[in-house]
T-cell receptor, first 115, second 117 residues
Framework: AQTVTQSQPEMSVQEAETVTLSCTYD???????LFWYKQPPSRQMILVIRQEAYKQQNATENRFSVNFQKAAKSFSLKISDSQLGDTAMYFC????????????FGTGTRLAVRP | GAVVSQHPSRVICKSGTSVKIECRSL??????MFWYRQFPKQSLMLMAT?????????EQGVEKDKFLINHASLTLSTLTVTSAHPEDSSFYICSARGGLRVTDTQYFGPGTRLTVL
């Protein structure tokens, strides 16, 4: 079974600064996808970014980028120019291809952006 | 982006009663829907996967007779918590996938908070 670990329960960053959230995972699979989801106080889960394991290039979405280290099984999320609206729980998630598209979530990191 | 709604957003019921939660994809047809459970300050745990017109696939440890899932149309899935007990109190979240590829994005509903007294 796959496991996803987020070792930082809480993080804090000053507005406009950059913050990196950590995620590691354990799998013996070679074909999989990794995701970062955001859950703001409204509780609505929102996809932030996704990465295909077969792609070496790190995914980017505007202010959000990942550092995907396949050999190290590491998938960190960098948020640049942090905004107050970035305050939320962030979940790292893993999906094995052929698993019926099941998402396995980490325990989450609560990010607070300070004004 | 695609929108998924859930109803009700919050429900309080007495122990022993049944509660139905609806999950709707508002602007796309969802071939597959997923039901998750989230305890306070914890992560999401997948309960079951449902495909339109077929029986749901439950994760290990989830009682299928207690958590009844129906996916009767491409825009609606329901989760019924039967004979609810206080330990069933939780936040229930659905997600829906519109495309046929397993890698198509899952869109999440806003969740339903169930409190069983």
């Amino acid at each position: 079974a796959q496991t996803v670990t987020q070792s930082q329960p809480e993080m804090s960053v000053q507005e406009a600064e950059t913050v990196t959230l950590s995620c590691t995972y354990d799998t013996s699979e070679n074909n999989y996808y990794l995701f970062w989801y955001k859950q703001p106080p409204s509780r609505q889960m929102i996809l932030v970014i996704r990465q295909e394991a077969y792609k070496q290039q790190n995914a980017t979405e505007n202010r959000f980028s990942v550092n995907f280290q396949k050999a190290a099984k590491s998938f960190s999320l960098k948020i640049s120019d942090s905004q107050l609206g970035d305050t939320a729980m962030y979940f790292c998630a893993f999906m094995k291809l052929g698993s019926g598209d099941k998402l396995t979530f980490g325990t989450g990191t609560r990010l607070a952006v300070r004004p | 982006g695609a929108v998924v709604s859930q109803h009700p957003s919050r429900v309080i019921c007495k122990s022993g009663t049944s509660v139905k939660i609806e999950c709707r994809s508002l602007d796309f047809q969802a071939t597959t829907m997923f039901w998750y459970r989230q305890f306070p300050k914890q992560s999401l745990m997948l309960m079951a996967t449902s495909n339109e017109g077929s029986k749901a696939t439950y994760e290990q440890g989830v009682e299928k007779d207690k958590f009844l899932i129906n996916h009767a149309s491409l825009t609606l899935s329901t989760l019924t918590v039967t004979s609810a007990h206080p330990e069933d109190s939780s936040f229930y979240i659905c997600s829906a996938r519109g495309g046929l590829r397993v890698t198509d994005t899952q869109y999440f509903g806003p969740g339903t908070r169930l409190t069983v007294l």
